[in-house]
């Protein structure tokens, strides 16, 4: 059964980079059907996509956060990973990494990490 | 950017029928947005409920059905059951479905 875990650190301080990383089991990255990528949650909030990457290295991201948001994969660890920069206390959240499937019709984010809560604090 | 909007809260009878719909800033919601609904607890991560519009997953209650209703996307509860109460999200794809939007989201008590 496919598991996706979240890691990194819980505190970030404003203005650094925030870095988390998903490691994927039970299942390949290295898959042609699936997209992988990460969305957030700020506490009491909605939903936000962030982004999401192809094991070919190929990314899309929120428009919104484009110009700070980096995600990429090492298909050698099975994980993929984001980076987002210049962090302010806006961007306090649950990250949680996911998984896209091409489905017969369309597309569906079928499988989600448990979430990891980063906090911007100095 | 695109914005999508949903009910804010709705409120439903235990058995009873209530439908939550998804609306995009850019116009009319079509398939071609592959519109997306999650169920999501408190304290859990979402969960899929259904897929391009109306598909379902595997682990789908029946009572739960997606569609395209005056434009917007649809998810309808028929026979709502108490452990249906959550906040549920839609999510709509642009950009060659490259591209995700969620939602606000839509708090349904079931009371």
């Known amino acids: 059964q496919l598991q996706l875990q979240e890691s990194g650190p819980g505190l970030v301080k404003p203005s650094e980079t925030l870095s988390l990383t998903c490691t994927v089991s039970?299942?390949?990255?290295?898959?042609?059907?699936?997209?992988w990528g990460w969305i957030r949650q700020p506490p009491g909030k909605g939903l936000e996509w962030i982004g999401s990457?192809?094991?070919?290295?190929?990314?899309y991201y929120n428009p919104s956060l484009k110009s700070r948001v980096t995600i990429f994969v090492d298909t050698s660890k099975n994980q993929f990973s984001l980076n987002l920069s210049s962090v302010t206390a806006a961007d306090t959240a649950v990250y949680y990494c996911?998984?896209?499937?091409?489905?017969?019709?369309?597309?569906?984010?079928?499988?989600w990490g448990q979430g990891t809560l980063v906090i911007v604090a100095s | 950017q695109t914005a999508v909007t949903q009910e804010p809260s709705l409120t439903v009878s235990p058995g009873g029928t209530v439908t939550l719909t998804c609306a995009s800033s850019?116009?009319?919601?079509?398939?071609?947005?592959?519109p997306n609904w999650f169920q999501q607890k408190p304290g859990q991560a979402p969960r899929a409920l259904i897929y391009?519009?109306?598909h379902k997953h595997s682990w789908t209650p029946a009572r739960f059905s997606g569609s395209l209703l005056g434009g917007k996307a649809a998810l309808t509860l028929s026979g709502v059951q108490p452990e249906d109460e959550a906040e549920y999200y839609c999510?709509?794809?642009?950009?060659?479905?490259?591209?995700?939007?969620f939602g606000g989201g839509t708090k349904l008590t079931v009371l």
């Open positions: 999510l709509l794809y642009s950009g060659g479905a490259q591209l995700g939007v």
């Open positions: 850019t116009g009319a919601v079509t398939s071609g947005y592959y």
């Open positions: 391009s519009t109306d």
């Open positions: 039970g299942g390949y990255i290295s898959s042609s059907s699936y997209y």
């Open positions: 990457i192809y094991y070919r290295g190929n990314t």
């Open positions: 996911a998984r896209r499937s091409e489905m017969r019709v369309g597309y569906s984010i079928d499988s």
